[in-house]
T-cell receptor
Framework: EAQVTQNPRYLITVTGKKLTVTCSQN?????MSWYRQDPGLGLRQIYY???????DKGDVPEGYKVSRKEKRNFPLILESPSPNQTSLYFC??????????????FGQGTRLTVV | AQSVTQLGSHVSVSEGALVLLRCNYS??????LFWYVQYPNQGLQLLLK??????LVKGINGFEAEFKKSETSFHLTKPSAHMSDAAEYFC??????????????FGQGTILTVHP
């Protein structure tokens, strides 16, 4: 089954304690992204990756890091989490065909609470 | 630059009534447009997409949307609401062409409530 898998689904942590949210896709997609979802703001892109070892900032990158060492994995790293990073996070992967047709496939989400 | 505005953060309809969720976009290049649905405690599921073919797009669960370039709109409709349609709906714009890198810009979301 084609899917994007995030772990963990729920996480409560304390301010300043480094954490990593994993994301893996089995569709051989080149593009992967991280979004955060906050009430009234929709989804905002944090970082994206065009392929292995190629990443770039999205709209709200502050306080986050990513890496893309393998095509299937795209972990999100919070080096020093703060309460304003409490949010619902989604990983997505997508393809881009010759015509630029792109469709994003989303993971189930990770609800992060920073206290 | 691209942006999306969804008019109405909450829409309430009766079961069997018409569903209309509004979306207006702004894009400096020809856009690709999407509607996603999010059920409680779940990820986003694609309802339908416009990719410069037919302007009237049919999706899953009886939903459809019409791309109107002159109005920069991509409103989502369903003739008859069902209780199972209650969810949050997101309109998103992507950039047509090879440099999109899968980036989507989302609207703020519209919560659809369906009353018996």
């Amino acid at each position: 089954e084609a899917q994007v898998t995030q772990n963990p689904r729920y996480l409560i942590t304390v301010t300043g304690k480094k954490l990593t949210v994993t994301c893996s896709q089995n569709m051989n997609h080149e593009y992967m992204s991280w979004y955060r979802q906050d009430p009234g703001l929709g989804l905002r892109q944090i970082y994206y990756s065009m392929n292995v070892e190629v990443t770039d900032k999205g709209d709200v990158p502050e306080g986050y890091k990513v890496s893309r060492k393998e095509k299937r994995n795209f972990p999100l790293i919070l080096e020093s989490p703060s309460p304003n990073q409490t949010s619902l996070y989604f990983c997505a992967s997508s393809f881009n065909d010759a015509g630029g047709n792109t469709e994003a496939f989303f993971g189930q989400g990770t609800r992060l609470t920073v206290v | 630059a691209q942006s999306v505005t969804q008019l109405g953060s909450h829409v309430s309809v009766s079961e069997g009534a018409l569903v209309l969720l509004r979306c207006n976009y702004s894009s400096s290049v020809p856009p690709y447009l999407f509607w996603y649905v999010q059920y409680p405690n779940q990820g986003l599921q694609l309802l339908l997409k416009y990719t410069s073919a037919a302007t009237l797009v049919k999706g899953i669960n009886g939903f459809e949307a019409e791309f109107k370039k002159s109005e920069t709109s991509f409103h989502l409709t369903k003739p008859s609401a069902h209780m199972s349609d209650a969810a949050e709906y997101f309109c998103a714009v992507g950039r047509a062409g090879g440099t999109s890198y899968g980036k989507l810009t989302f609207g703020q979301g519209t919560i659809l409530t369906v009353h018996p």
